[in-house]
């Protein structure tokens, strides 16, 4: 699914337009963008929680010519999915979910 094919489904499930579905969607995604890169975490409960990562610095080696090389430390983004989606993805149904 693309950002386009999203949108649609969006504003098919809340009833709204396309362009507004549109909006709402590219505000949520710099929000969070915004957030991270500034780092904070941010947390749907139920979905996932975002957040910026730091990666040392390693040695590493050129493919090529088996040459060492520094790979210097950088930070990424970083995504951990929620109890509920995993449960979704890996199709666990709702029967055999113990409560807590």
Do not use: H, W, Y
Not at 7 to 33: F, N, P, S, Y
Not at 56 to 75: C, H, S, V, W
Not at 87 to 96: M, Q
């Amino acid at each position: 699914m693309n950002k386009g094919e999203l949108v649609d489904a969006l504003a098919d499930k809340v009833g709204v337009t396309k362009k507004q579905a549109d909006a709402v969607l590219t505000a949520t995604l710099e929000a969070i963008i915004e957030a991270v890169a500034s780092g904070d975490k941010v947390t749907l409960v139920g979905f996932g929680s975002f957040e910026r990562r730091d990666r040392a610095a390693r040695e590493g080696r050129n493919p090529k010519t088996n040459e060492k090389m520094e790979i210097p430390a950088t930070r990424v983004p970083g995504f951990s999915a929620g109890k509920a989606f995993k449960e979704k993805v890996a199709g666990i149904p709702e029967s055999a979910k113990v409560a807590a």
